[in-house]
């Protein structure tokens, strides 16, 4: 498993850009993808932004255009550039990495503790 610490969440107003950093405590080249995924109170937590070992973004509609994910192999920290940030953007955001298994054959989801991001409109 990977141990990951998130930090760069706050208050922001709408409009404005934030920064999140995940790091992780392994080599990120070893993990398969990474990724962003968020909480609203009373909703699920949904996938914002990932990032695979090769290279390969996806992100969710709802934030095309407006957030960037990429990584610093030298730190092993994947970042999440947060631009044009509306109130529905406001949740709990969660780091993500998944790693493959060999013992179970199948990918090992780890998570951080979270960081929160507040939109005042």
């Known amino acids: 498993q990977v141990q990951l610490v998130e930090s760069g969440g706050g208050l922001v107003q709408a409009g404005g850009s934030l920064r999140l950093s995940c790091a992780a405590s392994r080599c990120i080249f070893i993990i398969t993808t990474m990724g962003w995924y968020r909480q609203a109170p009373g909703n699920q937590r949904d996938m914002v932004a990932a990032?695979?070992?090769?290279?390969?973004?996806n992100y969710a509609d709802s934030v095309k255009g407006r957030f960037t994910i990429f990584r610093d192999s030298d730190k092993n920290t994947v970042y999440l550039q947060m631009n044009d940030i509306k109130p529905e953007d406001a949740a709990v955001y969660y780091c993500?990495?998944?790693?493959?298994?060999?013992?179970?054959?199948?990918?090992?989801?780890?998570w951080g503790q979270g960081t929160q991001v507040t939109v005042s409109s």
């Open positions: 990032l695979s070992r090769g290279g390969s973004t």
């Open positions: 993500n990495a998944k790693t493959w298994d060999s013992s179970r054959l199948s990918l090992l989801n780890s």
